[in-house]
Nanobody, 121 residues
């Protein structure tokens, strides 16, 4: 019904930058909050940043001042600009959306397939 497609992960040196993108496709009626979660090996998945349909962002304390989330509602796409990356930012980053499908007009949680971000010298 709703598919999330991510791009932009990769390998970067400490102090470097990466930008992640996530587009929502399919039978979309509306999208509420969208966001990025990450999971490092041996750790639980955690919220990195989220953004409401109105553009209000929310960040984990660990990324405040370094990461910026933005949203293009016309394209059903969010972006995560990651600056001053640290080795502890290494994780699989997954996109999330709370969306309503035109198929059944139910609101559900949708997830992308995940993209690896590795911060290493």
């Amino acid at each position: 019904q709703v598919q999330l497609v991510e791009s932009g992960g990769g390998l970067v040196q400490p102090g470097g930058s990466l930008t992640l993108s996530c587009g929502a496709f399919g039978s979309i009626f509306s999208i509420n909050a969208m966001g990025w979660y990450r999971q490092a090996p041996g750790k639980q998945r955690e919220l990195v940043a989220s953004i409401t349909s109105g553009g209000t962002p929310n960040y984990a304390d660990s990324v405040k001042g370094r990461f910026t989330i933005s949203r293009d509602n016309a394209k059903n796409t969010i972006y995560l600009q990651m600056n001053s990356l640290k080795p502890e930012d290494t994780a699989v980053y997954s996109c999330h959306a709370e969306a309503t499908s035109v198929v059944d007009f139910e609101t559900n949680d949708y997830w992308g397939q995940g993209t690896q971000v590795t911060v290493s010298s």
